[in-house]
């Protein structure tokens, strides 16, 4: 069965350094979602991304965050500057549709822990 | 904005006893999704509900979604180990955005 899968699996890295979170979604899907869940928290929607851009972002997507497809099988998540509130499970899901009766399918997700 | 409120946050039974979570959204949805999480995974989608009313059996586990589209419940049957986890709700706004609740935490007493 496909699945999405994403890389690393665990991240560690200094405050204020730049952070890229890599998904491979399923492949015939064509909506890209990320989403974090901050430990013991609920999950958050970040963004969404189709045909190449942003769909919709929450308040959460600010300035500091940026998503690419930049081939046609990756699609990453940067943080620019990463701050200690950014340790995050971080989760990215695809659709092949974007409809109410259509299913997002979760990757694995990255543990990213800002120090 | 829009939120999507889920109780109880954790919920703790005997093996064998009934669990059941609860959602409700400030909003009407478009659909509602129901996820289950174990400790240190990822969210793993058990099923989605689109229509008023509309009830669905997964074996032991009975998901219900309110004639308003603006509630919904997840009902387990003699709870087993392998039950063990977070549940969340995820409503579906207008905008095709998933809104998720707090989630519930099953903990089964040993």
């Known amino acids: 069965e496909p699945e999405v899968t994403q890389t690393p699996s665990h991240q560690v890295t200094q405050m204020g350094q730049e952070v890229i979170l890599r998904c491979v979604p399923i492949?015939?899907?064509?909506?890209f979602y990320w989403y974090r869940q901050i430990l013991g928290q609920k999950v958050e929607f970040l963004v969404s991304f189709y045909n190449n851009e942003i769909s919709e972002k929450s308040e959460i997507f600010d300035d500091q965050f940026s998503v690419e497809r930049p081939d046609g099988s990756n699609f990453t998540l940067k943080i620019r500057s990463t701050k200690l509130e950014d340790s995050a499970m971080y989760f990215c899901?695809?659709?092949?549709?974007?409809?109410?009766?259509?299913?997002?399918?979760f990757g694995p997700g990255t543990r990213l822990t800002v120090l | 904005g829009q939120q999507v409120m889920q109780i109880p946050q954790y919920q703790h039974v005997q093996e064998g006893e009934d669990f059941t979570t609860y959602c409700n959204s400030s909003t009407t949805l478009s659909n509602i999704q129901w996820y289950k999480q174990r400790p240190g995974g990822h969210p793993v989608f058990l099923i989605q509900l689109v229509k008023s009313g509309e009830v669905k059996k997964q074996k032991r586990l009975t998901f219900q979604f309110g004639e308003a589209k603006k509630n919904s419940s997840l009902h387990i049957t003699a709870t087993q180990t392998t039950d063990v986890g977070t549940y969340f709700c995820?409503?579906?706004?207008?905008?095709?955005?998933?809104?998720w609740g707090a989630g519930t935490k099953l903990i089964i007493k040993p």
């Open positions: 899901a695809s659709s092949r549709t974007k409809t109410s009766t259509d299913t997002q399918y």
């Open positions: 492949s015939n899907h064509l909506y």
């Open positions: 995820a409503g579906m706004d207008s905008n095709y955005q998933l809104i």
